[in-house]
């Protein structure tokens, strides 16, 4: 089935790691986007990407790293700079360019202890 | 991209129409206007959008005013399922200068009750 598929669903660590979550599509889209939700909080906007090796920060992407080497793929690394890692963190993409609406993923629920 | 307000909250009698208002007062002609819902812990799942003239589908009507400015989502019959937050976003279609962003606000959390 095509999809968007985010992973763990759920992932704890420590606090002063390093933690990579992962968002892969199979949809063939051209941007990915990584927001952040916080509870009874809507989404923001931490990065995105319209196409391969490129990316733009959203809102909040202190604290946070991406790549996007290949087209179905766009991890999100929360670095210990990141003052309040704890969160729920969804994935979407889109087709791209024009009248499109995004899809998103499950999301991962970090917990940073 | 324009912002957009909402009400925080709304409630709903099971099996009458869901009325959900948004406004983006500060839209430009190349902005569409999308509307997406969350049900708890899960992933925004799309609605319906539109650019200026009514839209229908499976899940949903949008209502947009003739001067853009706000628009209304209608879930015609509304069950216990329906209860979810409802995002209202507006955004350009191009990929030039940011483009490509899609930005949510807080949302509108709909409770449909029996």
């Known amino acids: 089935d095509g999809g968007i598929t985010q992973s763990p669903k759920y992932l704890f660590r420590k606090e002063g790691q390093n933690v990579t979550l992962s968002c892969e599509q199979n949809?063939?889209?051209?941007?990915m986007y990584w927001y952040r939700q916080d509870p009874g909080q809507g989404l923001r906007l931490i990065y995105y990407s319209q196409i391969v090796n490129d990316f733009q920060k959203g809102d909040i992407a202190e604290g946070y790293s991406v790549s996007r080497e290949k087209k179905e793929s766009f991890p999100l690394t929360v670095t210990s700079a990141q003052k309040n890692p704890t969160a729920f963190y969804l994935c979407?993409?889109?087709?791209?360019?024009?009248?499109?609406?995004?899809?998103f993923g499950q999301g991962t629920r970090l917990t940073v202890v | 991209d324009a912002k957009t307000t909402q009400p925080t909250s709304m409630d709903c009698a099971e099996g009458r129409a869901a009325n959900l208002p948004c406004n983006h007062s500060t839209i430009s002609g190349n902005e569409y206007v999308y509307w997406y819902r969350q049900i708890h812990s899960q992933g925004p799942q799309y609605i319906i959008h539109?650019?200026?003239n009514n839209e229908t589908n499976e899940m949903a009507s949008l209502i947009i005013t003739e001067d853009r400015k706000s628009s209304t989502l209608i879930l015609p019959h509304a069950t216990l399922r329906d209860t979810a937050v409802y995002y209202c976003?507006?955004?350009?279609?191009?990929?030039?200068?940011?483009?490509?962003?899609?930005?949510f606000g807080q949302g509108t959390e709909l409770s449909v009750k029996p």
């Open positions: 976003i507006v955004r350009d279609h191009g990929f030039g200068n940011q483009g490509g962003k899609l930005i």
């Open positions: 539109g650019l200026k």
């Open positions: 979407a993409s889109r087709r791209g360019q024009g009248n499109t609406e995004a899809f």
């Open positions: 949809l063939n889209h051209d941007a």
